[in-house]
């Protein structure tokens, strides 16, 4: 039995809000994961030095099992966009499990699938997913029903991999992490906002190193 999976792109985007959970659910089994985007064709990233190609368009594909939405600085401009919200709110209607990663959520709460729901995305932006209905929390993965939100770009992978054993169970959940060999070890403990010191953070807002 197959899982379909959309993955929409746009100009924009962070790699690895799509690319991380792509790597764990793409070894779901019998999974079938699509890059999907309004106009087929290469989308680029926020730096603009990689590109993602998106073979099939949004229209073709409307009922998805599963939805996971990347973020990227391209949300900004898309949470204004009727072409793609409509969608979600469509796929949304349909699927077994609507996710997100980073600021796409604050696509999700566009579309008003997060509205009165606890959901999370980047810290800086966790305030803007008020503006929608939303409820924010500062937690690294939010499950409410069978809506995922994932906080910043890393954290995409740590719901991906709770997503596939909510899909196929923890021993493959488990099996896709040892296979990615997903155990980080960073060097430095400053990942979350509440243990990074204060001069780090400041510099993260600053420079909007996100």
């Given at each position: 039995m197959s899982t379909t999976i959309a993955i929409p792109l746009f100009d924009g985007l962070t790699a690895l809000d799509a690319v991380g959970p792509y790597e764990v659910l793409s070894r779901l089994?019998?999974?079938e994961v699509h890059f999907v985007a309004a106009e087929p064709g290469l989308k680029r990233t926020?730096?603009?030095g990689l590109g993602l190609e998106a073979a099939r368009r949004l229209d073709a594909f409307a009922d998805p099992d599963i939805v996971v939405v990347p973020g990227g600085y391209g949300t900004r401009a898309l949470m204004r966009d009727e072409t793609l919200l409509d969608w979600l709110r469509t796929a949304?209607?349909?699927s077994q499990w609507t996710t997100s990663v980073c600021t796409g959520a604050l696509l999700l709460a566009a579309a008003g699938i997060l509205y009165g729901l606890e959901a999370t995305t980047h810290w800086l932006l966790l305030d803007a997913l008020a503006e929608h209905g939303a409820i924010p929390v500062s937690r690294r993965v939010v499950e409410q029903g069978k809506v995922i939100t994932a906080a910043g770009v890393s954290a995409g992978i740590d719901m991906a991999l709770r997503l596939a054993a909510r899909v196929a169970g923890p021993e493959i959940a488990q099996a896709i992490q040892l296979g990615i060999e997903y155990?980080?070890?960073?060097p430095f403990d400053t990942g979350s906002v509440q243990k990074a010191p204060s001069e780090i953070v400041?510099?993260?807002r600053r420079r909007r190193l996100a």
């Open positions: 089994p019998g999974a926020e730096t603009g949304h209607a349909g155990d980080p070890q960073p400041e510099l993260v």
